[in-house]
């Protein structure tokens, strides 16, 4: 079984539902992944405008 991607924010969600932007528009075709622990002071997480800790794919379809 694929996980599935919010297609908005792509956060990694276990739900039908996501939990940060409450889109329902899930997709199980993505590509990469990082894992944010502190969206304050990451960098990465500023260019990819997250703002929340959680596992990301890096692009969603």
């Given at each position: 079984m694929k996980r599935k991607v919010c297609?908005?924010?792509k956060l990694f969600v276990k739900e039908s539902v996501c939990p940060i932007c409450q889109s329902s528009d899930l997709s199980e075709n993505w590509q990469g992944r990082v894992y944010?622990?502190?969206a304050?002071?990451?960098e990465v997480a500023k260019k990819a405008e997250i703002k929340n800790k959680g596992e990301y794919a890096i692009k969603a379809r």
């Open positions: 297609k908005k924010c944010i622990l502190d304050d002071k990451s």
